[in-house]
């Protein structure tokens, strides 16, 4: 994980979320291909972590398993 600059990350909310106040959202468009996931309850200027893709889609496994 890593602490980013703020560039201009388009969000989206997880589809887990249902729509509610307590989701996370993650961005998709990073320029150096990291994946910035943030608490939509403090966005957009809370803290966000950055994942490289693999540990995301590790966290992710270990989520749906």
Same mark, same amino acid.
């Given at each position: 994980?890593?602490?980013? !600059?703020?560039?201009? +990350?388009?969000?989206?909310?997880?589809?887990?979320?249902?729509?509610?106040?307590?989701?996370?959202?993650?961005?998709?468009?990073? !320029?150096?291909?990291?994946?910035?996931?943030?608490?939509?309850?403090?966005? !957009?200027?809370? !803290?966000? +972590?950055?994942?490289?893709?693999?540990?995301?889609?590790?966290?992710?496994?270990?989520?749906?398993?």
């Amino acid at each position: 994980m890593r602490n980013i !600059p703020d560039y201009d +990350l388009s969000w989206r909310k997880s589809t887990y979320s249902g729509g509610g106040d307590n989701c996370l959202e993650v961005s998709d468009n990073h !320029p150096a291909a990291l994946i910035p996931v943030r608490d939509s309850k403090t966005a !957009p200027s809370g !803290p966000k +972590l950055t994942f490289r893709p693999e540990a995301w889609s590790a966290f992710v496994r270990g989520i749906k398993n």
